[in-house]
């Protein structure tokens, strides 16, 4: 059976440019459903820690500790506690799947390691520049909608 190549279209990429350097990420429009779940995903473990901490796994109910004032008991709260470690890891697992090429003289894909060597000013870009990303990333998308058939299911 012959292979068939497709021909696409190069892809085009957001050019971030700081000073002598510059950074190519995938563009908005490009992200797909595994970086919208990788995204969603990122605090998972976070949110079953919480719920698990919260709820009795045997009665289902909710657990009650000491609050800050040392008298009264407050239930546990359900939500996870977010940690700026969370935070980095979830943005650089992003730039990850993001950048496509670089003027560094550092490997790709992306790894935290990296950081080390990529100066602060193209760091700082990079962040501001992933605001249309995580704006993506929280917008719902079109809402599915259903056409009325016109078929009458009569024949």
Not at 56 to 62: A, I, K, L, S, V
Not at 73 to 87: A, L, Q, W
């Amino acid at each position: 059976m012959p292979s068939v190549t497709r021909k696409e279209p190069a892809p085009e990429y957001h050019r971030i440019t700081v000073g002598e350097h510059w950074v190519d990420l995938r563009k908005v429009e490009d992200l797909t459903w595994a970086d919208q779940e990788a995204w969603d995903d990122a605090f998972d473990d976070a949110v079953t820690a919480a719920r698990e901490a919260a709820y009795d796994p045997e009665t289902g109910q909710r657990r009650n500790i000491l609050s800050d004032d040392g008298v009264t008991m407050v239930p546990v709260s359900p939500r996870p506690k977010i940690t700026p470690d969370m935070v980095r890891k979830r943005r650089d697992d992003l730039l990850t799947s993001l950048i496509a090429a670089w003027s560094f003289d550092l490997p790709l894909p992306f790894t935290p390691e990296v950081r080390k060597e990529i100066p602060r000013a193209v760091g700082a870009a990079l962040a501001k520049a992933l605001d249309p990303y995580v704006e993506a990333f929280s917008d719902p998308g079109p809402k599915e909608t259903t056409e009325p058939s016109s078929d009458s299911g009569s024949s």
